[in-house]
């Protein structure tokens, strides 16, 4: 289970632009911008959760920010949101500790010999010595953790996710057009009711990234 961070508020925002939706959809009015606007975010969400990823997860940017991991059990790794670029680590007994220790030089990503986006904090093996043995795999003490790195997948979104809040977004918008409703549509003195559902292109578009998810 991964343990709740102190984040600090997150400023959430559209993996599409405004101007490239429109320009995708053939639309020149300003008329629907502020819904568009709403759309695409919130489509940008639904594609973070059907992922299954944090908010933002593929627009992290480059600058380095601090969470705050509780750890209430010694455990031989540390378990964070996913990040792309990992800065410093420090430990502390408390998370409003007027100092914090710096560990970065003892620990690692699980995964920071392979390409790619990691959620898994390790300690450095301690080389052995037949004097004063050590465990290979050392144990992170209890404590609170202040992690800084640069969180996310990916600093700017891919084309693939970009396609698939496009997608979205178009369905949401054309719905928002004939009187739409979470349960219906609503049009020519007839209402069709309908399920919420994600289009399988959307789904597939996406698989590669889940798949990843799920196997990091």
């Known amino acids: 289970m991964i343990p709740s961070p102190s984040k600090g508020g997150v400023d959430m925002a559209s993996y599409v632009t405004l ?4 320009a995708e959809m053939g639309i020149t009015s300003t008329d629907w911008d502020v819904r568009l606007e709403s759309i695409l975010e919130s489509a940008s969400r639904a594609v973070d959760r059907l992922v299954g990823v944090q908010d933002n997860a593929f627009a992290a940017g480059n600058t380095p920010t601090a969470r705050i991991y509780p750890l209430h059990d010694p ?12 800065s410093m680590v420090e430990w502390a007994a408390s ?8 560990i970065t030089s003892e620990v690692m990503p699980a ?21 004063v ?3 290979w795999y050392p144990y992170f003490s209890p404590g609170f953790y202040r992690i800084t790195a640069v969180w996310g997948l990916s ?11 496009i997608l979205l977004g178009a369905q ?7 009187g739409y409703s979470p349960t219906a549509v609503e049009g020519y003195g007839v209402t069709l009711r309908f399920e919420q559902t994600i289009p399988e292109d959307v789904r597939a578009i996406l698989a590669p990234y889940v798949s990843l998810i799920q196997n990091v």
Do not use: C, M
């Open 19 to 22: 101007a490239e939706f429109k």
């Open 75 to 86: 455990n031989p790794w540390l378990v964070v949101d996913y990040f792309i670029a990992l």
């Open 95 to 102: 998370d409003d500790a007027a100092t914090w220790a710096d």
């Open 111 to 131: 995964h920071s010999g392979t390409p790619g986006p990691s959620r898994v904090i390790v300690r450095k093996p301690k080389p052995f010595t037949p004097i």
């Open 133 to 135: 043995p050590s465990p």
């Open 155 to 165: 600093a700017t979104p891919p084309a693939e996710i970009k396609r698939a809040v």
């Open 172 to 178: 949401w918008f054309r719905r928002s057009q004939v």
